[in-house]
């Protein structure tokens, strides 16, 4: 393998060959954005596309059948670059998980009703489609190198006129910031915990926050310029990285027992980090309140948008709710996420001895 970029077309192959082979492909390499993002409305378009001959864009492989490289950790012959949602579509209608749209016309037998049929279906009804379908190929291209920025750096550019998030661009830039927030996206609480979607790397998102968060020590900027430059910069500490890394996962930990399994609580990403800081700062030994304490104050924020809505003047503790709800509409401002924290720490202050009795000085860790 050579640390030069080479790419050539793949010698050509049928739909049907690539389906017994699917399992020789790597889906998940770490650049790549998240699988089963296309509608199947998107899905059979594609499907329609080829079985009418329209031409279909290239696919891109990372081709590892050639010689050893340090890049294939799974051991496979191919990794997908670019073209991961097109052979999942393939894919599932070589597995009678999609049908043909309802309006489908075949342009070599167009008096034909095949709209609504599974590729089975095809092979019972109208052999001569399924045939085509499986005889026909796609232009796939063969990518050679061992080195991992030049295939990060080709998804970015295959990709740059497509709709790709901050944090799937981000994703793509090799070093260890990206590597560690990887790894922290492993973790249950993305699974598990939260509400809020993570098919466009919301779970990337939000763990590089929280990691930028750890790594600085304090509340920080977290728009997409900082997270930008917080994964591409050459100096920071690997040491320092793995130490914030095993802080976010100490705190993802906590944060597992504080909420419910797809926690209401948890359907914002622009609310989790706050909600990570303030699960942080807490003395462990209260978590088991927070969650009650969050309920109460978002009931709360409800009954002052119902009463702002009837016209209703605002009192002191009014006026910390509004001015909650003013910050939340820029949740990547440091002034945002401090702000949003002290509200938090003085309402559960007050909520904490109000209801419970616990003095204030026993509340926080620091």
């Known amino acids: 393998m050579s640390s030069l970029l080479k790419i050539e077309p793949h010698q050509t192959r049928t739909l049907k060959w690539w389906n017994t082979r699917r399992n020789k492909i790597d889906f998940d390499p770490p650049y790549q954005r ?3 993002l296309w509608s199947d409305k998107d899905k059979s378009y594609l499907i329609d596309s080829i079985l009418n001959g329209f031409d279909i864009p290239k696919l891109y492989l990372a081709d590892y059948q050639f010689g050893p490289s340090s890049l294939n950790t799974k051991r496979l012959p191919y990794a ?14 070589f597995d009678n998980n999609l049908c043909l749209d309802e309006n489908f016309i075949w342009r070599l037998a167009p008096n034909e009703k095949l709209g609504g049929l599974s590729l089975q279906d095809l092979h019972h009804n109208f052999p001569d489609a399924a045939e ?10 063969s990518v050679f190198t061992d080195d991992e920025t030049l295939i990060n750096d080709l998804f970015v550019r295959l990709n740059r006129s497509k709709p790709l998030t901050g944090a799937e661009v981000r994703n793509a830039i090799a070093g260890p910031v990206t590597a560690v927030i990887r790894e922290l996206c492993k973790h249950s609480i993305f699974s598990e915990t939260i509400k809020f979607s993570i098919k466009r790397a919301g779970d990337n998102n939000a763990a590089a926050k929280v990691l930028i968060f750890e790594y600085y020590e304090e509340l920080v900027k977290t728009k997409k310029k900082d997270l930008d430059r917080f994964a591409e910069s ?16 100490d ?4 944060m597992s027992d504080v909420f419910i399994p797809h926690d209401t609580l948890l359907s914002s990403s622009g609310l989790f980090p706050v909600y990570y800081w303030l699960v942080r700062i807490t003395n462990p030994e209260l978590h088991k309140y927070i969650r009650r304490f969050l309920i109460n104050f ?10 702002q809505r009837i016209g209703g003047a605002l009192n002191p503790i009014h006026s910390k709710f509004a001015r909650y709800d003013t910050l939340n509409r820029s949740t990547n401002d440091v002034g945002s996420h401090r702000g949003r924290i002290e509200i938090l720490k003085e309402m559960m ?3 904490f001895y109000n209801n419970l009795k616990i003095p204030e000085n026993s509340i926080f860790r620091f």
């Open 349 to 351: 202050r007050n909520y």
């Open 132 to 141: 085509e379908f499986e005889n026909s190929s796609l232009t796939i291209m």
């Open 34 to 36: 998240k699988g089963r």
């Open 80 to 93: 997908i670059i670019d073209g991961k949602q097109r052979l999942e579509a393939v894919f599932d209608f």
């Open 298 to 307: 978002e009931e709360d924020r409800k009954l002052l948008r119902d009463h």
């Open 251 to 254: 705190t993802f930990n906590e």
């Open 234 to 249: 050459s100096e920071v500490s690997r040491e320092k990285l793995e130490l914030s890394a095993r802080r976010v996962i």
